[in-house]
């Protein structure tokens, strides 16, 4: 579990839990438990992705993936140990919260229901389960919006949430982070074709013989298609105003990334 979530990751979805609970003016420690435990999902699901049984990678974070460290089985109770964690954090910290327009219940459903079987759980499931033929933009866009959105809205909601924001300022974050996660997983695809593992720190070239957005769109096109969520995620910000510069940071850092 530790070598696991320890690893040279970008931290990208507990930093954008932080910026949301910070930009509705919250910093605390169970803000911090809850991005925490955004990591060990997201940790989890890279766990569970490398497996053999999914997408067999040798490399993660710029090391051995932990099942070609420690075995499968370790992996996989590995896997599970950081859900069970993370799910007892997110409790934690939403009861210690105590807020007024959510309950701590509304927090853990929120979670649950991005991890599930409409959301990283099912969107995984179609990656695995489509045949190439029936791949089209509708179908890939939901699969991505699944299995890499649904966590990204989920750390920004539950940041939103922790700070107590309104349902139309919750709404605003999810509509940011809904296209934000989507066009990270663009970058992903792009990554694969054109980065290095040196630079990414994990194996390239792995989605050959997969349907992806570069395939489908081509380069140009699918980096067209990224600046163009980017733009929507951007714009979705304006009721937020000047407070929201974090988030708009954080866009440009998707659209630049190299690894
Ligand atoms: C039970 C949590 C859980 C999941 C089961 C295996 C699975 C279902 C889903 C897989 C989801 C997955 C791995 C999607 C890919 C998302 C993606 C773009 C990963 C790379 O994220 P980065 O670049 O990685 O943020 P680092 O290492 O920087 O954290």
Redesign the pocket.
Known sequence: MHYALT?A?????PVLTLAVAELFGVRSEPVLDLACAVEM??A???V??DLPA?DDAAL??GRPTVHRAFGESVALLA?LGL?NRAYALVAEAAHRLSLRRYTAEDVVHHLAAA?GSDG??G??ALDLLARPEEMDLDVLEYIHSH??GALFMAAGELGAMAADARRRDLEVIARYAKNLGLA??IA?DLLDVLGTPEVT??DTGKDESKVTFVRLLGVPGAQALAGELLGFAVDSLAPLGRKADPLRELAMFVQHRS?
């Open positions: 690893g990751g970008k931290r990208v979805r999902v997201h989890c699901s890279l569970l992705d999914m993660r974070r896997a859900l991890i990283l759980i969107g995984q299995k890499t990270f997983q992903d720190g994990k690894r």
